[in-house]
């Protein structure tokens, strides 16, 4: 691994207290090239642009996957890593299904480790923020002839995460368009399958929703994803969240909330989820909460499903009653090393893993 | 527009023995920005590298879309678009699709007509040679949030363009994976729809096959496309294509067979193909004919279809028996100026449209 540090260090405190998401980026960045079959050296440089031609092939035939990870700082100052061998695993997942080589785990992993540590001062000690972490791999061969592409670039960018979203958010159940198909890349953290949703997201948000809630693409009667979280709802005190699947993201975050949900006493349900049903609890008054999981936004409890013309409003329960609002300060606690870790999920940056 | 020439043409004569499609770009691009809510000045400069952050939003969330034309030189050295108008009303349907904002026609259309003059050297007088061009549309805000980008740049790209397939394929029914959801982006020249075909198309190859005939994610019992190719089934006398449908791209060489086998007396019926009466029609003799049609490719007539385990090999027609053959030979002969266009097709580009 080469280290290229920046000359001055771009970090002030007042960084912390950015709102947007995605745009506060750190000093440094990982890159590394794959050419000629193989990948070559990583490099950890100063973040900034790179030269690349307009016939770079991720911009013509989406060749583009990516993770989302979070690193935390805890109250001692040390800074943690959460479960990063799942996003190491489906990120090869996702490169197999786009056609696009693996990463090494070293390459991964190490370098992961060697770029938090660099620029763990860009790390917030601050409840609930944490530094967004961005492994991304694309396409980037000249060549506009469509066939997988023979040269990539693998990079880890960081940029500082304030609370996603810092209000509760309505979600509309989709009824017209789709994100997956069976035997498509659904389960793939596929570039593809974000711009296919904008515009659906773009009409919900018309009719006064902030996100869809994804349904089968045949027949709009299963659940399946919340905008790009997995979903969950919660009828009566059973918890219950779809299986993944081709078209369902394996989500870390879910897999996570589903083994704190087990360890609370909670009764929570892997299976499919109708429409219907959710409909038919809200109209008994059992439809207790929907909310949304992912690395980003962790838990967001939604205030309300749009289903056709109907808005169906849900309770705005107190933390102490509410699985998602309970299930998040577990999560949260625990991957800030405030909580016992009897998973073994959280990961510890050791310092000076990299001489400059 | 602003016009910057390049110093010295990289251009010789023996750029048109290429055999790779895509990489033999012209002297000159066009790149148009979009920021704050508008189109900036066209720019035809020096085709080459362009600084791009790689947290450029298509890099990972897949905003990007592209359209595929050809320019052609005539005998008496005039240069010929072919139906440019719905490659523009292509490209802004997908825009609408992916959430991207729209091209404006002058930008598109005059931008195109300029380039091409300005580098008409570069469009080969030879048969079935032409020079591609490219139109594309991608992300590029410096943000990784999941959203669409407010900033993108429209790029247009020429390229040398050799015969696509110097050989007839081969390709199989997919049973198993996908191209396009229902209330997907499956019309859309959507970058992710060919990233996410790459992997089935790999399996199809080591299977033996050139390409994938995609058929409907629920069932699999219906053809829609093949390849990155609008298909055509003849059965008997009868030749058949499946109406396009928000799974399938309505392609411009699609479109122009249609009219040139109507014209030309050919029995064409646009209608849904079942897969089981292509299967049907091989085994009693009647499958004749099982071709794709496109613009980088124009007509590929397949020497084998592949269903399940079993090969089904087509007959080779000659040119005056095959309608793929005899209906390529009527569309390039038109596109190039050998023949009269009675459709009004073909668009000539005129001389010195640019001062420099």
Redesign the interface.
């Known amino acids: 691994m080469i280290i290229e540090k920046i000359d001055k260090s771009r970090f002030t405190p007042e960084i912390f207290n950015i709102q947007?998401?995605?745009?506060a980026?750190a000093d440094h960045?990982l890159?590394c090239s794959y050419k000629d079959g193989k990948w070559g050296e990583p490099i950890i440089k100063p973040y900034?642009?790179?030269?690349?031609?307009?016939?770079m092939s991720?911009?013509?035939?989406?060749?583009?996957i990516?993770e989302g990870m979070k690193a935390y700082k805890g109250s001692e100052g040390d800074v943690f890593l959460f479960r990063p061998e799942k996003n190491f695993e489906r990120m090869n997942k996702s490169a197999?299904?786009?056609?696009m080589p693996e990463i090494p785990e070293e390459i991964f992993m190490e370098g992961l480790k060697a770029l938090v540590d660099l620029d763990r001062q860009w790390v917030p000690d601050i409840y609930g923020m944490s530094l967004?972490l961005?492994p991304?791999m694309?396409a980037t061969e000249?060549?506009?002839?469509?066939?997988?592409a023979n040269e990539y670039?693998f990079?880890i960018?960081t940029?500082v995460a304030p609370n996603y979203y810092n209000k509760p958010l309505s979600v509309k159940v989709?009824d017209?368009?789709?994100?997956?198909?069976?035997?498509?890349?659904g389960y793939a953290k596929?570039?593809?399958?974000?711009?296919?949703s904008?515009?659906?997201?773009?009409i919900a948000r018309e009719e006064g929703y902030d996100q869809v809630i994804w349904t089968d693409?045949?027949t709009h009667t299963l659940i399946e994803e919340a905008?790009?979280m997995n979903v969950m709802v919660r009828i009566g005190d059973k918890l219950l969240t779809a299986p993944t699947s081709e078209r369902i993201l394996n989500g870390v975050t879910r897999d996570s909330m589903i083994e704190l949900a087990k360890s609370s006493g909670i009764d929570i349900e892997v299976r499919k989820i109708t429409v219907e049903e959710v409909y038919n609890a809200h109209k008994s008054g059992e439809l207790k909460e929907v909310f949304g999981v992912g690395t980003?936004v962790v838990v967001n409890n939604y205030v309300a499903v749009g289903y056709g013309d109907e808005r169906l409003e849900l309770p705005d329960l107190p933390l102490e009653e509410s699985y998602g609002k309970s299930l998040k300060k577990k999560l949260v606690d625990l991957q800030m090393g405030i909580s016992e870790d009897p998973f073994g999920w959280r990961i510890k940056v050791e310092e000076k893993l990299v001489e400059a």
């Open positions: 947007s998401f995605g745009t980026f960045m890159v900034g642009k790179l030269e690349f031609t307009p016939a991720v911009a013509h035939y989406g060749q583009g990516f197999v299904r786009l056609d967004y961005r991304v694309f000249e060549a506009i002839t469509a066939r997988s670039l990079v960018l940029a989709a017209r368009y789709s994100r997956a198909a069976n035997g498509g890349v596929a570039a593809g399958n974000y711009a296919g904008f515009y659906p997201t773009h693409d045949a905008g790009t980003a």
